[in-house]
């Protein structure tokens, strides 16, 4: 089945580092990729997504590029801030015979950045 | 504000209690996907109903039940509740037109089992 692998964390960065969490999934076909964003105390958000191969999906400075040579879809950001201290969940959706879109996660990388 | 709303925030109960967690989605979506978070299992996906019907399961005990109504609420029904059971439980609402539609996280309800 399918399955999404993420690098564990805590990650913890200082403000204006370069992030990256690598991600690497496997699929039967041509799945869409998502990365989610947790802050605490809250529910999962969109965080950016891309839908074919070399698309790159990007949104409040993070990018990802969908890679189907090496089944990756890493999450990079160049200059991190404090407010960006959350839960970054890597995940697919590859729609189901019955057009089911669930959507299959990573086990979550922790990030906290600080001052 | 995703527009999704999920009650109760939290819910604290004892084993082999059973519970009922409500969802709303997002105006004009017709699906909702249940997912349980948990720490050793991370975030699974529990089960969907598009427009009153199931359309997908995926990793959901047979202790656990879901429906959704014609205004599109859905609920989720755990039952001879135990200790493992305890988790985050999303729902997520979307239009499911295609693979890449997005879907909308409900803040989710803190399930504890005493």
């Known amino acids: 089945g399918d399955s999404v692998t993420q690098m564990e964390g805590p990650v913890t960065l200082s403000e204006e580092a370069f992030l990256t969490i690598n991600c690497t999934y496997t699929?039967?076909?041509?799945?869409?990729l998502f990365w989610y964003v947790q802050y605490p105390g809250e529910g999962l958000q969109l965080l950016l997504k891309a839908t074919k191969a070399d698309d790159k999906g990007s949104n409040k400075g993070f990018e990802a590029t969908y890679r189907k040579e090496t089944t990756s879809f890493h999450l990079e950001k160049g200059s991190v801030q404090v407010s960006d201290s959350a839960v970054y969940f890597c995940a697919l959706s590859e729609p189901s015979g019955a057009g089911s879109y669930q959507l299959t996660f990573g086990k979550g990388t922790k990030l906290s950045v600080i001052p | 504000d995703s527009g999704v709303t999920q009650t109760p925030k939290h819910l604290i109960t004892a084993t082999g209690q059973r519970v009922t967690l409500r969802c709303s989605p997002r105006?004009?979506?017709?699906?909702v996907y249940w997912y349980q978070q948990s720490l050793d299992q991370g975030l699974q996906f529990l089960i969907q109903y598009y427009n009153g019907e199931e359309r997908a399961k995926g990793n959901i005990l047979e202790r656990f039940s879901a429906q959704q109504f014609p205004d599109l609420h859905s609920e989720l029904n755990l039952s001879s509740l135990e200790l493992g059971d305890s988790a985050l439980y999303f729902c997520a609402s979307s239009t499911d037109r295609t693979a890449y539609n997005e879907q909308f996280f409900g803040p989710g309800t803190r399930l504890t089992v005493l």
């Open positions: 105006s004009g979506d017709l699906s």
């Open positions: 699929a039967t076909g041509y799945p869409s």
